[in-house]
């Protein structure tokens, strides 16, 4: 594929039906946002800087939501810098695929940033999920990273339970 159809397909990651909530306003993803992201996780890591540039760049949430979603099915450790700097997004979504596809790449840099998400208060209770998740899963691919012994006098709340957890 050349760097023009990425491009368009990275663009129509943003397609999306927007819902007033009492919330606030919901996007959800169209077919088209779908097939998109499914064009590229097909093109493979061929696809993966432009959507990593996506990721990183101004754009709408629902599109970077996709993007993460692709980086974590196409599993390329390139996309690992930017999916942590995601952990910070203001947008749920975001937060949560971007902790999922870290998780799926299996990279031990994620297990800092995935262990201070668990840790940050006032997190969205369904991105500590998809952190704690992703955790697992990378104890799974390195299980000494993700489960190093910490000392249970300057461990966190959480690092404690895991401590405890993998005893």
């Not at 023009?4 to 990651?13: A, G, K, P």
């Not at 800092?112 to 998400?117: F, G, H, I, S, V």
């Amino acid at each position: 594929m050349k760097t023009s159809e990425f491009d368009d397909l990275i663009q129509h990651l943003a397609d999306a039906e927007w819902v007033r909530r009492p919330q606030g306003e919901i996007a959800y993803a169209t077919k088209t946002a779908f097939r998109a992201r499914d064009r590229l996780i097909a093109a493979g890591n061929e696809a993966v800087p432009a959507v990593v540039d996506c990721l990183t760049s101004k754009g709408p949430y629902n599109q970077k939501a996709l993007a993460a979603q692709f980086l974590g099915e196409i599993g390329d450790a390139r996309a690992v810098r930017a999916l942590i700097k995601m952990l910070r997004h203001p947008e749920v979504t975001v937060r949560g695929y971007s902790a999922e596809a870290l998780g799926k790449i299996g990279d031990g840099r994620a297990v800092a940033p995935l262990r201070d998400m668990l840790d940050r208060p006032g997190e969205n209770s369904s991105v500590r999920t998809y952190a704690q998740g992703a955790l697992n899963r990378l104890s799974e691919v390195a299980p000494t990273t993700a489960t190093k012994e910490v000392a249970p006098t300057t461990a966190t709340k959480t690092e404690k339970k895991w401590w405890q957890f993998w005893k």
